[in-house]
């Protein structure tokens, strides 16, 4: 007897529609009962044979002595990770008869979840992309392990079913038990929507210059370096950046959310990504872990870092090839990885903020005094390439703090203060991009930069003066730009003058000092 029962694979976010054919046959020979899965499965999907067959008897169902067949269709999609052992064992189940599904339920519902050996259903990845796939289809409902049921109830307008076993999920489908739906509730969003409120500007002591840098960055969406050496603040500073940005909407929590889920980072029982992402990986990192990949093509950690932050400390410790690797997804908002299971891409659009000390032992006097030769200062600057540089927009300095300041009390504004600031600047770009595919100044083009930032004969002489002085290349200046545009906006000026483009080539003024 054949059954047939919907289920979906993810590749990167997306989830694909998956047919899960059963075909449950005659005794063929002695011996141990046959149970062949094809359709592309992985190692993963392979091992489902003796999760399904011991769940499906500790369940007291009777596994069917004859060969089992299992279809994964479309065949030339590869299938990975264990979300199949639900559907499979629904299926074995209709088409050993020991399930007997309405006519009104039959191609009506979607299944995932992995059986534990009592038949538990475990939690899986990726239930928010199916969720949304099961909507598209226009589905009656969609069985999931009871553990993401909160994950995927933020899709409106889908019956979710929370299923704790194999047995309960059968007896539900056969319309002799029920299952109470997970409701979809909008206050899901609200409940993580704030900042941690222990990560305050206000906490920290002088530093205004760079602070005034970091609400830059934060308006305009800039990717920032600061230089300094060790104890300046620059980690603490980092670290309070998401403080500031604007709040996540909910089509951004939802596209954040749905990496999470893939990558398995999703905590059980949550259901969104409210807040803004700060990666913070350690400079050992390789460039597959940065930027994904593996034999599962998992995403890494730009994207990871999507619509928020990705921090990078002590950059030049990192790896030269994992950082040249982040030059794709700064320049197009993503990363496309191809391996011999497949090509994914994934979206990546993040604020990249690094830190690194001047010199290699942190002092940026070391070197004129003698304890670091000015040879080993040069080879540890040039571990950072000037394309990724020339990616930078902003690059600050960072100095050690008085003593005195040390020991007075923090005065700065709060993070709030700030972030209505960085509101208000955003509201401005959303208003100048609308009906366009970006919604910052940092992402314009450079037919946009003419559009929107016109120059007088006073900033041109201004830019050509710098251009000339520090060196810069053409990506340099369409960054001085948009930091310019952006820094206008800050101050309410439709214009961009000599002020806002002086302000934003000082922040370029450090390639020449420590670079030469």
Known sequence: MLSQIKAAAVVGVQAHPVEVEVNVGEIVSKGMPEFVVVGLPDAAVRESRDRVKTALQNSAYRYPPGKVT???????????????????????????????????REGRFLAIGELALTGAVRRVKGVLPIALLAKKLGLAALLVPEENAAEAAVVAGLRVLPVKNLRAAAEFLEGRAAISATPHRTDYFAADHEPDPESDFADVRGQESVKRSLEVAAAGGHNLLMIGPPGSGKSMLAKRLPGILPRMTLPEALETTRIHSVAGRLPAGRALVATRPFRAPHHTISDIGLVGGSTQLLPGEVSLAHNGVLFLDELPEFKRGALEVLRQPLEDGQVTISRAAGTVTFPARFMFVAAMNPTPTGSGGDARQGRVSASAVRRYLNKISGPLLDRIDLHVEVPALPHEQMLAAPTGETSPQIRRRVEDCRAVQHRRFAGKAIWCNAQMSPRQLRAHVPLDEECRALLRYAMNDLQLSARAYDRILKVARTIADLAGREQVSAEHLSEAVQYRTLDRQIWG
């Open 70 to 104: 299992v279809n994964l269709a479309p065949a030339d999609l590869r299938k990975a990770g264990p979300s199949f052992d639900l559907p499979m064992a629904l299926g074995i189940l209709v088409a050993a008869g020991q399930c007997v599904l309405p006519a009104a």
